[in-house]
Nanobody, 127 residues
Framework: QVQLVESGGGLVQAGGSLRLSCAAS????????MGWFRQAPGKEREFVAA????????YYSDSVKGRFTISRDNSKNTVYLQMNSLKPEDTAVYYC????????????????????WGQGTQVTVSS
């Protein structure tokens, strides 16, 4: 079992930045693909970013590419999401997720590819 706890959310003005953290416990995350998803009110949970075991592969949704950066520190069992140039449409609850053997490059965007989820952290971007 892997437990994931997100932090770093909050209220920020449009154009501002936030850095989300996801601390894992229970197992080392070095063998897991780690991802970030978000869910706005009334919408389905959507993929934001993912990073492979050795940080050699990173994936982003088109809506955040060039503004968000995912990174990981396996020695700290932590994954980060640096969010710059935030927009009101980035407002959502952001979830950290860990993927094991079900993950593949063909389905990195799918919630079904991830085995463990955090409780989420709220990000609100005001205009």
């Amino acid at each position: 079992q892997v437990q994931l706890v997100e932090s770093g959310g909050g209220l920020v003005q449009a154009g501002g930045s936030l850095r989300l953290s996801c601390a894992a416990s229970g197992r080392t995350i070095s063998s897991y693909v780690m991802g970030w998803f978000r869910q706005a009110p009334g919408k389905e949970r959507e993929f934001v970013a993912a990073i492979r075991w050795s940080s050699s592969g990173r994936y982003y949704s088109d809506s955040v590419k060039g503004r968000f950066t995912i990174s990981r520190d396996n020695s700290k069992n932590t994954v980060y999401l640096q969010m710059n140039s935030l927009k009101p449409e980035d407002t959502a609850v952001y979830y950290c997720a860990a993927a094991g053997s079900r993950w593949s490059t063909a389905s990195y965007w799918s919630t079904a590819s991830y085995d463990y989820w955090g409780q989420g952290t709220q990000v609100t971007v005001s205009s």
